[in-house]
T-cell receptor, first 119, second 109 residues
Framework: EAQVTQNPRYLITVTGKKLTVTCSQN?????MSWYRQDPGLGLRQIYY???????DKGDVPEGYKVSRKEKRNFPLILESPSPNQTSLYFC??????????????????FGEGSRLTVL | KNEVEQSPQNLTAQEGEFITINCSYS?????LHWLQQHPGGGIVSLFM???GKKKHGRLIATINIQEKHSSLHITASHPRDSAVYIC???????????FGKGTHLIIQP
């Protein structure tokens, strides 16, 4: 079954305690991305990756790191979480193709979401 | 950077009504995505379109590239259509995806 798997689904942590949210897809997709969703602000892109070892900042990358060492995995790392990073996080993947300055992103497949609370 | 605007922000309708949700973007794109999120639920892709029109069951999505505008229509709406509908634009420069803020739809029986 085609799926994007995120873990953990729920996490409560304290300020400054490093954490990693994992994301894995089994569809051999090139494009993977992370979003946070906050009331009134909608979905905002944190980081995205067009392929292995290629990552780019989205709209709200501050306080986050990512890596793409394998095609199937795209973990989100919070080195020193702060309360303003309390949010609902989604990982997504899709087929993609980059042609010069244009990025074509195919149908998106989302993980189930990870609700993070930083105290 | 692409700006994506959705309207309306909130919509309440009666079961059976024809629903239209609009999405406008500021920069030429390679594809426009429509997503659905049920309360407390995950996000599901409904459509991905670059031109013209697509239909899936009671849902229809259209896009006008020249006017930089897309619409999502729901025919014979049903309470199970109650959800947040989100449009997202890709390809407006190599910036990944830009999202609208979503339309919160409630269909009353």
């Amino acid at each position: 079954e085609a799926q994007v798997t995120q873990n953990p689904r729920y996490l409560i942590t304290v300020t400054g305690k490093k954490l990693t949210v994992t994301c894995s897809q089994n569809m051999n997709h090139e494009y993977m991305s992370w979003y946070r969703q906050d009331p009134g602000l909608g979905l905002r892109q944190i980081y995205y990756s067009m392929n292995v070892e290629v990552t780019d900042k989205g709209d709200v990358p501050e306080g986050y790191k990512v890596s793409r060492k394998e095609k199937r995995n795209f973990p989100l790392i919070l080195e020193s979480p702060s309360p303003n990073q309390t949010s609902l996080y989604f990982c997504a993947s899709s087929l993609s193709m980059a042609g010069g300055p244009i990025l074509f992103i195919g149908e998106l497949f989302f993980g189930e979401g990870s609700r993070l609370t930083v105290l | 950077k692409n700006e994506v605007e959705q309207s309306p922000q909130n919509l309440t309708a009666q079961e059976g009504e024809f629903i239209t949700i609009n999405c406008s973007y500021s920069v030429g794109i390679s594809a426009l995505h429509w997503l659905q999120q049920h309360p407390g639920g995950g996000i599901v892709s409904l459509f991905m379109l670059s031109s013209g029109k697509k239909k899936h069951g009671r849902l229809i999505a259209t896009i006008n590239i020249q006017e930089k505008h897309s619409s999502l229509h729901i025919t014979a709406s049903h309470p199970r259509d109650s959800a947040v509908y989100i449009c997202a634009a890709s390809g407006g420069g190599a910036d990944g995806l830009t999202f609208g803020k979503g339309t919160h739809l409630i269909i009353q029986p």
